[in-house]
Nanobody
Framework: VQLVESGGGSVQAGGSLRLSCVAS????????MGWFRQAPGKEREGVAT???????IYADSVKGRFTISKDNAVNTLFLQMTSLKPEDTAMYYC???????????????????WGQGTQVTVSL
């Protein structure tokens, strides 16, 4: 499975961005997929995950502001980010692991496939 992210950039606090992750190389179904982020000097954090049938799980820090979604027709995972804060600044990664579970973990070590990342910078 190959994952390619896009959509990062620089925005002011309160702004919005939408990240995309295109998956290729294998069947898109039967995978947990998720968005993770890592700021300098910090551990990688699971932001949001989506089960194979689209059930989302969010980190408390982004609930109500971020929305994870999938478009199975084009094998693409999205992360809509609104009301962005400076503390959201990080490299954002798309990841996947084979699973039919309806609840997908936010623990990064469970994920086998990773994209190259896209930078999100939020300024005051």
């Amino acid at each position: 499975v190959q994952l390619v992210e896009s959509g990062g950039g620089s925005v002011q606090a309160g702004g919005s961005l939408r990240l995309s992750c295109v998956a290729s190389g294998s069947t898109y179904s039967g995978y947990c997929m998720g968005w993770f982020r890592q700021a300098p000097g910090k551990e990688r954090e699971g932001v949001a995950t989506s089960s194979s049938d689209g059930i989302p799980i969010y980190a408390d820090s982004v609930k109500g502001r971020f929305t994870i979604s999938k478009d199975n027709a084009v094998n693409t995972l999205f992360l809509q980010m609104t009301s962005l804060k400076p503390e959201d600044t990080a490299m954002y990664y798309c990841a996947a692991h084979r699973s039919f579970l309806r609840s997908c973990t936010r623990v990064s070590t469970r994920y086998d496939y990773w994209g190259q990342g896209t930078q999100v910078t939020v300024s005051l």
